[in-house]
C-alpha cells in the first residue's frame, strides 16, 4: 500500500482537460515539495512536474500542477491519445526521512 | 545531455545478493545539488523508491527495505551502486537508477531500467 493515494484510473476523450488527485499527510504533501512523473508503456518515469506546479523544459503548459493542504492534483488539458500513459505523484515524508510514491493512475484518452 | 545507465546481473538467485551500478555521463556526480537514488518497479505494478545518496556518502533508505540495503558511491568512476541482500521473489522487478534534485525533491533524469529477476 502507497503513502500517497490515486485513483487507479481516470479517463476522458481527446481534447478534453482531466485531472488526477494525489492525497498524503501533513508529513509529506502537506509540508514538502510534489512532483509528478508519465510514464508511457514499456518506458521509464519522465518529469513532468516538479516543486508542486513547475514545468521541466519541454513539458507543454497542456500539463499543470496544484496543491492544497495535504492533497495535490496534475492537470491535463486538450488531451491527446499520446497522453495515454500511467502518472505518479512522489514527495518526500519527513517523518520517514525517505521519498514516497502514489500508486499511480492509468490515463485512458477515448 | 546527462544520461544514467544501470547494468548488473539480470538473474538472482534467492537468498542471494543483488547488485546494480549506475554508471553517470554527461555530469559530476560531485555537483552539491545533487542525490543519486534508486527506484523499482514490479511488473505490472507502481513504483517504489529505495534510497538516494549525495556524494559524500551520506544516505537515505526505505525503511521497509533499509536492512537489506546499501546505496554506495564511487566519485572516481562517477558511479553509484546498489546491494540489496537476502532476495526473494518478491524482490524481481525493474530497477532505476535517477538524479534526485535537491532543491526541489524530484528525479529529474532516469536510467533506462534494468530488469531483475530473482529466481532459482
Known amino acids: 500500500q502507497s503513502v500517497l493515494t490515486q485513483p487507479p484510473s481516470v479517463s476522458a476523450a481527446p481534447g478534453q482537460k482531466v485531472t488526477i488527485s494525489c492525497s498524503g499527510s501533513?508529513?509529506?504533501?502537506?509540508?514538502?515539495?510534489v512532483s509528478w512523473y508519465q510514464q508511457l508503456p514499456g518506458t521509464a518515469p519522465k518529469l513532468l512536474i516538479y516543486?508542486?506546479?513547475k514545468r521541466p523544459s519541454g513539458i507543454p503548459d497542456r500539463f499543470s500542477g496544484s496543491k492544497s493542504g495535504t492533497s495535490a492534483t496534475l492537470g491535463i488539458t486538450g488531451l491527446q491519445t499520446g497522453d495515454e500513459a500511467d502518472y505518479y505523484c512522489?514527495?518526500?515524508?519527513?517523518?520517514?526521512?525517505?521519498?514516497?510514491f502514489g500508486g499511480g493512475t492509468k490515463l485512458t484518452v477515448l | 545531455q546527462l544520461q544514467l545507465q544501470e547494468s548488473g546481473p539480470g538473474l538472482v538467485k534467492p537468498s542471494e545478493t543483488l547488485s546494480l551500478t549506475c554508471t553517470v555521463s554527461?555530469?559530476?556526480?560531485?555537483?552539491?545539488?545533487?542525490?543519486w537514488g534508486w527506484i523499482r518497479q514490479p511488473p505490472g505494478k507502481g513504483l517504489e523508491w529505495i534510497g538516494t545518496?549525495?556524494?559524500?556518502?551520506?544516505?537515505y533508505y526505505n525503511p521497509s527495505l533499509k536492512s537489506r540495503v546499501t546505496i554506495s558511491v564511487d566519485t572516481s568512476k562517477n558511479q553509484f551502486s546498489l546491494k540489496l541482500s537476502s532476495v526473494t521473489a518478491a524482490d524481481t522487478s525493474v530497477y532505476y537508477c535517477?538524479?534526485?534534485?535537491?532543491?526541489?525533491?524530484?528525479?529529474?533524469?532516469w536510467g533506462q531500467g534494468t530488469l531483475v529477476t530473482v529466481s532459482s
Open positions: 535517477a538524479r534526485h534534485v535537491r532543491s526541489s525533491g524530484s528525479e529529474d533524469y
Open positions: 512522489g514527495s518526500w515524508d519527513s517523518s520517514l526521512s525517505a521519498g514516497v
Open positions: 545518496i549525495f556524494y559524500s556518502g551520506r544516505t
Open positions: 501533513s508529513s509529506n504533501i502537506g509540508n514538502n515539495y
Open positions: 516543486d508542486i506546479n
Open positions: 554527461g555530469g559530476s556526480i560531485t555537483n552539491s545539488n545533487y542525490c
